[in-house]
T-cell receptor
Framework: DAGITQSPRYKITETGRQVTLMCHQT?????MFWYRQDLGHGLRLIYY???????DKGEVPDGYVVSRSKTENFPLTLESATRSQTSVYFC??????????????FGPGTRLTVT | AQKVTQAQTEISVVEKEDVTLDCVYE???????LFWYKQPPSGELVFLIR??????QNEISGRYSWNFQKSTSSFNFTITASQVVDSAVYFC???????????FGQGTTLQVKP
């Protein structure tokens, strides 16, 4: 009954380090998304995926890498963290993006601080 | 380009007052979806409603109601008889039927005082 989970929930890292944020969903949803939330900007899409091995850039992809080897997992990697990447990161999934059942389900978020 | 504007950054009301949160959107798509999400102080995002572009019927759910007007590109959210538990950040979002990507507004922080 987990739904969509993110780990870690909180992370502090240093500038220049690589860090990976994990996202796991148990619904076998085809579509998965990564957003970042910053004050004054709402949520902005970083990357999304329509299926395993299919990913595409969103609005703010620079400095991030994603992969999706399995349907249920969608990790987000910051290759060399910068202070501007301090943010709250939300993962989301959906079964489809049209129709009466369209809804994105969000994970609890990961609060990342880059020092 | 798609855009969502929530012009009200913060709203403060006293409990039992009615409050309307404004949302104005821009899109060239003929088929699209509009959403409202609530983010309470605990931080999670709670889905409230989805509307597709072909359904302009207003909706009421308990104390919540939504007014969708394509003519003014607006999708406003009204809370009737507000309660302290309604205090949260509310986001309006837009999605194209072609991509599924959500474009969020900046959010409106609602504070309901007892």
């Amino acid at each position: 009954d987990a739904g969509i989970t993110q780990s870690p929930r909180y992370k502090i890292t240093e500038t220049g380090r690589q860090v990976t944020l994990m996202c796991h969903q148990t619904w076998s949803h085809s579509y998965m998304f990564w957003y970042r939330q910053d004050l004054g900007h709402g949520l902005r899409l970083i990357y999304y995926s329509a299926a395993a091995d299919i990913t595409d850039k969103g609005e703010v992809p620079d400095g991030y890498v994603v992969s999706r080897s399995k349907t249920e997992n969608f990790p987000l990697t910051l290759e060399s963290a910068t202070r501007s990447q301090t943010s709250v990161y939300f993962c989301a999934s959906s079964e489809s993006w049209t129709g009466s059942s369209y809804e994105q389900y969000f994970g609890p978020g990961t609060r990342l601080t880059v020092t | 380009a798609q855009k969502v504007t929530q012009a009200q950054t913060e709203i403060s009301v006293v409990e039992k007052e009615d409050v309307t949160l404004d949302c104005v959107y821009e899109t060239r798509d003929t088929t699209y979806y509009l959403f409202w999400y609530k983010q309470p102080p605990s931080g999670e995002l709670v889905f409230l409603i989805r509307r597709n572009s072909f359904d302009e019927q207003n909706e009421i759910s308990g104390r919540y109601s939504w007014n969708f007007q394509k003519s003014t590109s607006s999708f406003n959210f009204t809370i009737t008889a507000s309660q302290v538990v309604d205090s949260a950040v509310y986001f309006c979002a837009l999605s194209s039927s072609n991509t599924g990507k959500l474009i969020f507004g900046q959010g409106t922080t609602l504070q309901v005082k007892p």
